[in-house]
């Protein structure tokens, strides 16, 4: 018999609600990936960097061209200057950098304190490399971090802290107040953290993103996730990186190079030459924005409770006095039965905190937004 080393890790919700989904043709607002074609502008410099040649490993840290780009971008957008050379490295998708990370950070014993609810590779890479995920939860429908309650989780063995924002599932987005906070508990620590900011772009209502990276003592200390999939929508070629000081850099490029060694060649070098024109990114957040506000509206009249995201692709709707019913069946039930398939809010929790809310993605085609928010809209009392 194997000894498991996540023994609790099962199939995950995301792909049973897609499968069913597909099952009973319902509009799918379950996962998280936009529903629409990214611009082939792209799609055309990747294909003439191969076709030019361009089909060997990259470098370990990433192309230069690539990591160029990407010091230029985040001086620009946050005003912090990362080393090309030390401090950016590529990776495949945030969700390596994130188990990279972890896993060049932590050691048996470590205290990681982590929010609820949270995105769901953060606990398993904790947990693989002998730490101790430290829950915080947070509930709907402001999600807000009690900066005192952090306070008192953190001790001698408090090695890391991960945050993440714009924030998934919520859709909230933490202020200048937060990082200023937390920078404070962090300053004098002997601990680190871990900043998951795929979603920088997608924030709405001029809210400013709060890249740790603003903050010259929290840089100090943190490594940064990003995402391209995120950026660009193409969630399938798995594209990020990670930005930091060049001491944890040197440790995460120590994993780095024996967990992938280096990503997709053609790739880094038409995402060099795509991001040259800053608009590729800049005007994301009024497309997302667009389609928050047509989900929103098609809701109207609905009885379901909700704060518009600030940010994301995702919002989270509350069902309190509406279905008497736990989320997860909930989420089956609106997919078998009004044909729109979403994600209960308690998988992100480490255990189900009853907050009776689900996260719908709108990254989808318009047509189908209205069509789901009108069917939502049609749910106005006890069913
Ligand atoms: N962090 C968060 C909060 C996410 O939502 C996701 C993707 N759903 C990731 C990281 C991973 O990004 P990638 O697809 O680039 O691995």
């Given at each position: 018999?194997?000894k498991s080393?996540l023994?609790?890790?099962?199939?995950t919700?995301f792909?049973v609600?897609s499968?069913?989904a597909a099952?009973?043709?319902?509009?799918n607002?379950?996962?998280g990936?936009?529903?629409?074609q990214m611009?082939?502008k792209?799609?055309d410099?990747?294909?003439s960097y191969?076709?030019k040649?361009f089909?060997?490993?990259?470098?370990?840290q990433?192309?230069?061209e690539?990591?160029r780009?990407?010091?230029?971008?985040?001086?620009?957008m946050?005003g912090?200057?990362?080393?090309?050379?030390?401090?950016?490295t590529?990776?495949a998708?945030?969700?390596?950098?994130?188990?990279?990370?972890?896993?060049?950070?932590?050691?048996?014993?470590d205290?990681?304190v982590?929010?609820?609810?949270a995105?769901d590779?953060?606990?398993?890479?904790v947990e693989l490399n002998?730490?101790i995920?430290?829950?915080?939860?947070?509930?709907f429908p402001d999600?807000?971090?009690n900066w005192e309650?952090?306070k008192?989780?953190l001790?001698?063995r408090?090695?890391?802290?991960i945050?993440?924002s714009p924030?998934n599932p919520?859709?909230?987005?933490?202020s200048a107040d937060?990082m200023?906070q937390?920078?404070?508990?962090v300053?004098?620590?002997?601990?680190?953290?871990?900043?998951?900011e795929?979603y920088?772009h997608?924030?709405?209502?001029?809210?400013?993103?709060?890249s740790?990276?603003?903050y010259?003592d929290?840089?100090?200390k943190s490594?940064?996730?990003?995402?391209?999939?995120?950026?660009?929508h193409?969630?399938g070629?798995k594209m990020?990186?990670?930005?930091?000081?060049?001491?944890l850099m040197n440790?995460?490029?120590?994993?780095?190079?024996?967990?992938?060694?280096?990503?997709?060649?053609?790739?880094?070098?038409?995402?060099?030459?795509?991001?040259?024109?800053?608009d590729?990114y800049?005007?994301?957040?009024?497309?997302?924005?667009?389609?928050r506000?047509?989900?929103?509206?098609?809701?109207?009249?609905?009885?379901?409770?909700y704060?518009?995201a600030d940010?994301?692709?995702?919002?989270?709707?509350?069902y309190?006095?509406?279905f008497?019913e736990a989320?997860t069946?909930?989420?089956?039930?609106l997919?078998?039965?009004?044909?729109i398939a979403?994600?209960p809010c308690s998988v992100?929790?480490?255990?189900?905190?009853?907050?009776?809310?689900l996260r719908?993605?709108?990254a989808?085609?318009?047509?189908?937004?209205?069509?789901?928010?009108?069917i939502?809209?049609?749910?106005t009392g006890?069913?």
């Amino acid at each position: 018999m194997i000894k498991s080393k996540l023994p609790n890790v099962g199939t995950t919700i995301f792909t049973v609600m897609s499968k069913l989904a597909a099952e009973h043709n319902a509009i799918n607002l379950g996962q998280g990936f936009p529903g629409f074609q990214m611009d082939m502008k792209i799609a055309d410099l990747v294909h003439s960097y191969m076709k030019k040649g361009f089909n060997q490993y990259a470098p370990m840290q990433g192309t230069i061209e690539l990591r160029r780009v990407i010091a230029d971008k985040i001086n620009v957008m946050y005003g912090h200057s990362y080393s090309p050379d030390h401090e950016i490295t590529i990776t495949a998708g945030g969700t390596q950098a994130i188990f990279t990370a972890i896993s060049s950070l932590v050691h048996p014993g470590d205290e990681v304190v982590m929010f609820a609810p949270a995105y769901d590779c953060y606990a398993p890479a904790v947990e693989l490399n002998g730490g101790i995920p430290v829950w915080i939860n947070l509930t709907f429908p402001d999600f807000r971090i009690n900066w005192e309650e952090v306070k008192n989780k953190l001790n001698e063995r408090t090695k890391l802290i991960i945050i993440n924002s714009p924030h998934n599932p919520s859709g909230t987005v933490m202020s200048a107040d937060d990082m200023s906070q937390l920078e404070f508990l962090v300053k004098d620590r002997e601990m680190f953290v871990l900043s998951d900011e795929v979603y920088e772009h997608l924030i709405f209502d001029g809210v400013k993103h709060e890249s740790v990276s603003r903050y010259p003592d929290l840089a100090k200390k943190s490594l940064i996730v990003f995402s391209f999939g995120k950026t660009f929508h193409n969630t399938g070629w798995k594209m990020g990186y990670i930005c930091a000081p060049e001491y944890l850099m040197n440790e995460f490029r120590k994993v780095h190079q024996f967990n992938v060694f280096s990503c997709n060649t053609p790739i880094q070098y038409a995402l060099a030459d795509y991001m040259s024109d800053k608009d590729t990114y800049l005007k994301l957040p009024g497309f997302f924005q667009e389609k928050r506000d047509k989900f929103l509206a098609a809701l109207q009249g609905s009885a379901f409770t909700y704060k518009p995201a600030d940010g994301t692709y995702f919002q989270v709707l509350g069902y309190d006095g509406l279905f008497d019913e736990a989320d997860t069946a909930l989420a089956v039930r609106l997919t078998t039965d009004f044909g729109i398939a979403s994600i209960p809010c308690s998988v992100f929790y480490p255990v189900d905190a009853g907050q009776n809310a689900l996260r719908f993605c709108f990254a989808k085609e318009d047509n189908l937004l209205e069509k789901a928010g009108r069917i939502l809209g049609t749910i106005t009392g006890l069913n």
